[in-house]
């Protein structure tokens, strides 16, 4: 954020727009982006920023696979919750318990960040802030968020 504002402060001409402080500037990004989000989210909105690239949202069903060595495969995430008891209950430390996604129909739900040409993009990434994770939660349960369903497939070897 802190080069965003410098770089703002560096191209502004206008004399009244040099005056806002750094909290202002972030707090009238964070507000903007907030809007921007919402409606990536309720409207399946792709937002595409200049020399930045796209974000946007998607969902696909997890898949669980066996590979040649006999090894489970699959992309979903481990409930470490789930997994702990089962372990105690087996004794067996190899188990793993997967989040079922019962909430979301089973889907799992990805902001994406299609980048641009960016110099150094190991540098970056994107991490969204708690309250958008939140106010995707919230728009889940109520049905409300449509994203970009896309056909996820493993690859077994």
Known sequence: MQTFYRDYK???????????????YTEILYRIFSKV????????????????????????????AINSKGKV???????PVRT???QDRTGDKSVRVY?????TGGYIYR?????????????????????HRKTLHDEI?????????INFKLKVT
């Open 10 to 24: 560096k191209n502004t001409t206008h004399r009244n727009m040099k005056n806002i402080k750094q909290s202002m």
């Open 84 to 86: 702990k008891i089962e």
């Open 73 to 79: 495969i699959t992309n979903n995430c481990v409930d």
């Open 111 to 131: 902001f994406i960040w299609d980048r641009a040409r960016i110099i150094n993009l190991h540098y970056f990434r994107f991490k969204g802030r708690e309250t």
């Open 37 to 64: 989000f919402y409606k990536i989210m309720v409207d399946a909105y792709k937002f595409y920023m200049k020399r930045v690239g796209a974000f946007y949202l998607v969902k696909y069903l997890p898949e669980t």
């Open 99 to 103: 989040f079922d996604n019962s909430a």
């Open 141 to 149: 349960l109520n049905g409300n968020v449509v994203a970009h369903l």
